[in-house]
């Protein structure tokens, strides 16, 4: 265990040194100079010079390299070419949008989809079980924006329950304000995510229940749910948790459409508006952040996988 | 030893041609209503390739938000342009943005996958590496990066889901690639001195190419989905090309006034996905034996 847990932590760190290097070089291969893109025609040459000192990109592409990494163990990834704040600061200011509606959004797929997604492999020949796949299956295929949007115009403005989009502007100071503008994209979040967890665990399910293993613990008298509970749940439990990484990634992704669509100000919209104005250090540094979390919920899911199922512990 | 202990071309008792025939026994609902479903989106693909009802940029003069009318079958947008032209148009761009994504991701995707099962511990270790970053790098951040450096474009999109699709195609080829890998089959044709080429022609691909086709029916309801919310972020497709994405982020200002200017293009979104999707299970029922042996073994 101790050998796997130092081989994937060099993997890790592989990969995030990797996935830098990716962000800049597709940052930087740019046809022509970013601080002419950036500027209106025929700005003064003196003016470019500055914003080519100020990005940077009047030094050797090595330097700069070296720079993006140097900066990434310090916490500096350079300043915003509009706001002229440090990135990181930038980031940091959008965390309490964005953290709490992705994790609530993950939290609440999982207490609705896992129920849900057993009852519809338990009950998968009668009317309520197909019900239930084929709702979950209209949650995949529609898109997640359009769900937002059919929610808002039902709930915010036809029945005016709550606010159809918006953060109040002191944040938290105002909980009660904070968490009811967060109430519909929490809700179309986990419509999203719930949908697509419902069929994996759904399988999962039935999957266990072809187990010879279940057949054995019926015929020594388990009832179903006893049989599925003593030797379904572990079995089962291994590609869910798979999926609950891939879960929670997307729910930080998808706070980038639904912040979209409930103007909201998290890190999402942020990245979203500096993609637009093309301002290069905070979409470098937000996405690297965002990929880095990817890489280490997937070496949570590999370990949490090894401690679940030991079957998977001889190999390397 | 020149005679093989076991005869590779006996075929073994998990491969397909044992229940051949049964397979072909009658049509599965879900592939007959998959491709019903998606057999109505590319017929509105087909046909605006020859006539739409109007022009795509054809104004309606003073009837801007009209409700769906003989005229307008859809209704028009802000603009009172004609939303069943848009639709039909949004049509083409979403089977040509998903088709050619999926290509993409197959053509990066499969070599990979069949790289890692068949070409031993480093190849092995190296694609999951590469499968790793790519998975950290999903559709939309991907489309974001190279939206930054080259602007919002169709290009753009296709190559972005391809790429963040191509992950999963990869490690489904992988998986499935080298479980067939470990079958006495394989050994039995390794030591008769089949080559892994021809291996992987004969025994590997005739066993996992159905895995990999309902692979490609769901990746290409992904692409779809991925097309719109590109689009529906100013991310994919530019104006005035149509998309139902940005077909969406127009009306959604107004959805208040003309709901139906929301709800259809929505509605094509699910029409496409849930199609693809049913295509793909009804695929996986009528390809695979396994699972309809399995199917007739649960009972309850």
Known sequence: ?316 | MTVPLLDPTIAPPEAPVVAGARVRRGWSPSLVAGAVLLGLILALALVSLFWTPYALDQATPGGRLAGPSADHWAGTDRLGRDQFTQLMLGARTAVWVGTAAVAVAFALGLPLGLLAAAGGRIADDAVIGVVDILIAFPTLLLAMLLVTVYGASTLVAIIAIGVGVCAEVARLTRISASRIFTQDYVLAARTSGTGPIMILIRHVLPNIWHTLLVQATLAFGIAVIAEASLSYLGLGTPPPAPSWGRMLQEAQPTVSVAPWNVLLPGIAVAIAVIGVNLLGDGLRETLDPQLRRNRRAVKR
Request: hydrophobic share 55%; no cysteine.
């Open chain 1, 1 to 316: 265990m101790l050998g796997y847990l130092l081989r994937r932590l060099g993997w890790l760190v592989g990969s995030l040194f990797l996935a830098g290097s990716a962000v800049f070089f597709l940052l930087r291969v740019l046809p022509g100079d970013p601080a002419v893109t950036l500027l209106a025609v025929g700005s003064p040459p003196e003016q470019i010079e500055a914003i080519r000192h100020q990005l940077g990109t009047d030094r050797p592409l090595l330097t700069q390299y070296g720079d993006w990494f140097g900066g990434l163990f310090t916490g500096n990834l350079g300043d915003s070419l509009f706001t002229r704040t440090p990135v990181l600061e930038q980031i940091v200011d959008r965390l309490p949008v964005t953290l709490p509606l992705a994790l609530s959004a993950f939290v609440a797929s999982i207490l609705v989809a896992v129920p849900v997604g057993v009852f519809a492999a338990l009950r998968r020949r009668n009317a309520a079980g197909v019900a239930v796949s084929g709702l979950a299956q209209l949650g995949i295929a529609l898109p997640i924006f359009w769900v937002g949007i059919v929610v808002v115009w039902l709930v915010a403005v036809q029945w005016r329950w709550l606010p159809p989009g918006g953060f109040p502007r002191n944040g938290w100071q105002d909980p009660g304000a904070a968490v009811q503008s967060l109430v519909l994209p929490v809700v179309t979040l986990t419509i999203a995510q719930a949908s697509l967890l419902v069929r994996y665990v759904r399988s999962a399910t039935l999957d266990v229940l072809n187990q010879e293993y279940i057949r054995t613990a019926r015929s020594l008298g388990y009832s179903l749910p006893r049989a599925l509970w003593r030797h379904g749940l572990r079995n089962g439990a291994a590609p869910v948790v798979n999926v609950l990484g891939v879960l929670l990634a997307g729910s930080l992704l998808g706070t980038v459409v639904i912040e979209s669509v409930f103007a909201l100000p998290g890190l999402g919209s942020l990245l979203l508006t500096s993609v637009k104005s093309r301002d290069l250090p905070v979409v470098q540094g937000a996405v690297f952040l965002m990929t880095a979390t990817v890489l280490l919920l997937g070496l949570a899911v590999d370990l949490i996988q090894r401690l679940i199922d030991p079957r998977l512990r001889g190999q390397a």
